[in-house]
């Protein structure tokens, strides 16, 4: 994705009072067999009215047929919703895989009353294997309209693969209402992410400008995030807008998407496989936007600062050896960087007072007990600066990730 321009951030938004949703939006959810455990794991996100879309999808080689299709389907910027299939990526399943994605979407447009081409599809989970077709025909052969309206709590759980909680967050826009779920916890290194996430509101903007602001949103939030470094198959982030509530303030809703977008980067990185902490690093003083996003994921992707970071263990010289490994960056000097432990300042170091050493690596000690850990990093060059968010990395993820298929 492109266009990282940001905007002068307005006042946060107010939490919509009991998590309304736009209006105009209904969803479905089913067991159809993809996962073993009953749940649903099977979800039609539809608008009622006519919808603008935009879309970002993953830029792996080995992108499923359900990217493939969606991408299409967003090219017009008209789309008025999407079939989610957890537990199964439907990745590297060849021409058969194809046709069952197309298949799966011809019967839910087909039932629903709209082109084909009206309908994203969106798949997740383990890469290899074919759905289980003869349960899923089933379900399409039984479904039938109309869905209920709203069903973003049920379309937030029955997307999620190895979540270990739904995520959904619901704010006001004027009049308008914005709500975005999402699922994400392994395979995170965007470009996008092994994430699905699905923003819909009944605000009304300008094609154009709703796909900038989307982006623009996109950049700063799902693409700041970073669990394992492994790029996913299957990333997709759409947003649906149906106009049913009217025109809105571009820079607001710029600002609710942000909002939205920021707190279910926030979920995912807090929820990575076996995360017990969400680390976030701030780089400041940059060359530009570029160079700092790229030293935060060099940061926040380092297996020796995650694991420092699980083990509460105040050994700042890893993030110094991480913002070192940034080789091809030659205006970065030593002699200008700083790096701080939430207040704590660790480094450049300022006494070789054994005793003043304890105290500060006391403070970073217990700042890396908490739930979050923010590690601040400024380059001293220039002005740019990008946050990135991440994970500690445990034995969870170990044992959850060697174990997947088993």
């Not at 073993?36 to 830029?59: E, H, I, Y």
């Not at 998407?257 to 940059?286: C, M, N, P, Q, W």
């Not at 030593?334 to 480094?347: C, K």
Request: negative net charge; glycine residues 8%; aromatic residues 6%.
């Amino acid at each position: 994705m492109s266009d990282s321009t940001t905007t002068t951030p307005l006042a946060p938004a107010e939490p919509a009072p009991d998590s309304p949703e736009p209006r105009g939006f209904v969803v479905h959810t089913a067991p159809v067999g993809l996962a073993d455990d009953g749940r649903d794991d099977f979800t039609v996100l539809f608008s009622t009215a006519a919808a603008q879309v935009s879309g970002v999808f993953t830029r792996s080689r080995f992108a499923g047929p359900s990217v493939l299709l969606s991408r299409e389907a967003v090219a017009d910027g008209r789309a008025r919703g999407v079939v989610v299939l957890a537990r199964n990526a439907n990745v590297a399943t060849g021409p058969e895989g194809e046709a069952n994605a197309h298949e799966i979407r011809a019967s839910v447009a087909g039932t629903l009353g709209v082109p084909e081409e009206e309908l994203l599809v969106a798949s997740t989970g383990v890469i290899g294997r074919q759905y289980p077709m003869p349960q899923i025909r089933e379900h399409l052969e039984s479904l039938a309209r109309p869905f209920p309206e709203g069903g973003f709590d049920r379309a937030a759980r029955a997307i999620m693969t190895t979540d270990t909680r739904p995520k959904k967050v619901s704010l006001r826009c004027g009049g308008a209402t914005l709500v975005g779920i999402a699922k994400g916890v392994g395979m995170l290194e965007p470009d996008m992410a092994t994430l699905l996430t699905f923003f819909a509101t009944d605000a009304r903007l300008a094609p154009d400008e709703q796909d900038r602001i989307f982006r623009r949103v996109m950049d700063r939030t799902f693409n700041a995030v970073s669990i394992d470094t492994d790029t996913s198959t299957s990333d997709t982030a759409v947003l649906f807008a149906n106009g049913l509530a009217g025109e809105v303030d571009p820079a607001e809703f710029e600002q609710v998407l942000y909002e939205v977008a920021l707190a279910l980067v926030k979920e995912i990185a807090s929820d990575g496989e076996g995360a017990s902490k969400l680390i976030e690093v701030r780089v400041t003083g940059a060359r530009d936007t570029a160079q700092a996003k790229r030293v935060g994921k060099t940061v926040v992707n380092s297996p020796l600062v995650k694991t420092a970071v699980h083990g509460s263990d105040p050994n700042w010289g890893r993030v110094a050896m991480a913002v070192g490994k940034c080789s091809d960056d030659t205006d970065i000097d030593q002699e200008a960087v700083r790096i701080r432990f939430g207040d704590t300042e660790v480094y450049p170091t300022r006494s070789a007072d054994a005793a003043e050493e304890d105290v500060v690596r006391a403070a970073v000690a217990e700042h890396l007990k908490g739930d979050e850990v923010v590690i601040g990093i400024d380059l001293g060059i220039a002005d740019g600066e990008f946050t990135v968010y991440g994970c500690d990395l445990t034995e969870g993820y170990v044992r959850l990730n060697s174990e997947y298929t088993t």
